[in-house]
């Protein structure tokens, strides 16, 4: 299958929405992808079938009591702004209802949220330390962007995301200087309060209901790291890497857990502290 490379895609810098709404999407997510009973959806859905809560006008008929009916799964999933770039550019306002071939279109909303996902990464490397290599990646991405279905399908993907995560792995260095390095390490359950991870490297690491209540994490890398039902409670988050706001809804907090900016609190956790 041919691929087009990274590197030979002209650049053209512009500012991409990486921010979900569904206004301007069509329901992809609801209908294109498959979820599970086991991932916390409520029920077994094959891609291309819409989800019975759907609408006819696309909105979903639960969303106000997702989790108290048992589809978790649906809170701490986020596109990243794909579905709106798939919806509008990509196929032009077209609809599923109106596209005769919905496993082309799960494909290539699935490399439109992976794009989207390593933008809103290197939109974080370039706001904390910004570098050439970053720029230039990220100007390219946004060419990628822009390709049509067939070009995004033959893109070599995998090439890509080596490339930003070298870029992002640079950077993490850089940022969190001599921090303890736990990748991709097994800290399921463990009560993590008496630990030093300020700064840690975290990245693909195992915290699913681990105890980092009143943590300071300091810029510790978190890319990747599953924080499902995640202690945060009073944490300190501010100031670390590459978190996304599907780890933040994964996670159990209150108003006392201090998170990026960019980031907002989950619509489940307590809004007033004990």
């Keep these: 299958m ?8 002209p ?15 069509f329901a992809l997510c609801c209908v294109l992808l498959p979820y599970s009973r086991a991932a916390g959806f409520g029920a077994d859905k094959p891609g291309g079938v819409a989800c ?7 909105r979903c008929t639960i969303h106000a009591d997702l989790r108290e009916r048992g589809w978790p799964g649906c809170t701490v999933f986020d596109c990243f702004g794909a579905g709106q770039q798939v919806a509008q550019v990509t196929y032009g306002g077209t609809s599923w209802r109106g596209y005769d071939d919905l496993g082309e279109m799960a494909a290539v909303l699935s490399v439109m949220r992976r794009v989207h996902e390593m933008l809103a990464h290197l939109r974080e490397v370039l706001r904390r330390t910004p570098e050439p290599a970053a720029r230039a990646a990220w100007d390219r991405l ?10 995004l399908l033959t893109l070599d993907l995998d090439e890509v995301h ?3 995560g070298d870029i992002l792995a640079a950077a993490s260095a850089r940022v969190r200087g001599d921090g303890a390095d736990l990748r ?5 359950g ?11 490297g975290l990245r693909g690491a195992l915290l699913i209901g681990a105890d980092l209540r009143g943590v300071d994490l300091g810029a510790a890398d978190l890319l990747g790291a599953d924080l499902r039902d995640t202690d945060v409670r009073g944490a300190d988050l501010g100031d670390v890497l590459f978190l996304t706001q599907p ?15 960019s980031l907002h609190a989950a619509q489940h956790w307590p809004s007033d502290t004990p």
Excluded: F, Y
């Design 2 to 9: 041919p691929t087009t490379p990274l590197d030979l895609l």
């Design 162 to 164: 080596i490339e930003i």
């Design 52 to 58: 019975p809560q759907l609408a006819e006008d696309d």
């Design 184 to 188: 991709r390490t097994d800290l399921a």
């Design 247 to 261: 780890q933040v809804d994964a996670a159990r907090g209150d108003a006392a857990t201090r998170l990026p900016a």
């Design 190 to 200: 463990a009560d993590l309060r008496a630990r030093d991870l300020r700064d840690a």
């Design 142 to 151: 946004l060419e990628v962007r822009d390709l049509g279905p067939v070009e």
């Design 11 to 25: 650049a053209r810098p512009a500012e991409p929405d990486l921010t979900a709404d569904c206004s301007r999407c």
